[in-house]
């Protein structure tokens, strides 16, 4: 799979319902980052991991992260019709130069049935 | 909590037409960048730009694109010729030069451009 790789692709739930989105991650990261996507919109950031940290936690939003398996998991408990949105997972990648850019995964689009 | 911000929120333009894209880094940040995402696709990377020049770019980012710092605030991307392939929304993003940060890129909440 392709760095910051995502799945499921699709994921419908009743509202109330936790959704679970999983990310896997070929080379080694610093950090990795979940956002959401509204259709059409901007990204909006939801939560930042670091290499050294396992979990965490931001409201309804639980991400966890297993760098020994390369993957990192999102969990939104009680969801609700608001949360349907693409969500995706960015992992840093650094250049020869030190530089850094992000590697975003393809996204998993959640639908929340109402 | 301060942010990256993006001006327009929504650009349309001609075919052939050169369009400038603005963001306003966070202030303290010195490291900068654009993405592109064509719509239903992945976010990609286009450019990074450090100490006043480009310090990686992709393929993606050819001969008709450009980046500038005109001033100590602002960050732009210039697109000479657009052409309808450039329709996406186009993220700008910043980072902090202190270690341990500078992995950590906040972006914006993009321009999206229509090329008609």
């Known amino acids: 799979s392709q760095q910051g790789e995502e799945d499921p692709q699709a994921l419908s739930i009743q509202e109330g319902e936790n959704a679970t989105m999983n990310c896997s991650y070929k080379?080694?990261?610093?950090?990795l980052q979940w956002y959401r996507q509204n259709s059409g919109r901007g990204l909006v950031h939801l939560i930042l991991?670091?290499?050294?940290?396992r979990e965490k936690h931001s409201g309804r939003l639980r991400v966890t992260l297993d760098t020994s398996k390369k993957s990192s998991s999102l969990l939104i408990t009680a969801s609700r019709a608001a949360d349907t949105a693409s969500y995706f997972c960015?992992?840093?990648?650094?250049?020869?130069?030190?530089?850094?850019?992000?590697?975003f995964g393809t996204g998993t689009r959640l639908k929340v049935l109402a | 909590e301060p942010e990256v911000t993006q001006t327009p929120s929504h650009q349309v333009t001609q075919m052939g037409q050169e369009v400038i894209l603005r963001c306003v880094p966070i202030s303290n940040h010195l490291y900068f960048y654009w993405y592109r995402q064509i719509l239903g696709q992945k976010v990609e990377f286009l450019v990074s730009?450090?100490?006043?020049?480009?310090?990686?770019k992709s393929e993606i980012f050819d001969d008709q694109f450009s980046v500038e710092r005109p001033d100590g605030s602002n960050f732009t991307l210039k697109i000479r010729s657009t052409k309808l392939e450039d329709s996406a929304m186009y993220f700008c993003a910043s980072s902090d030069p202190e270690w341990g940060n500078k992995n950590i890129q906040y972006f914006g909440a993009g321009t999206r451009l229509s090329v008609l």
């Open positions: 960015a992992t840093d990648a650094i250049f020869t130069s030190g530089t850094y850019k992000y590697i």
């Open positions: 080379t080694s990261i610093n950090n």
């Open positions: 730009f450090y100490n006043n020049e480009i310090s990686e």
């Open positions: 991991i670091r290499s050294n940290e």
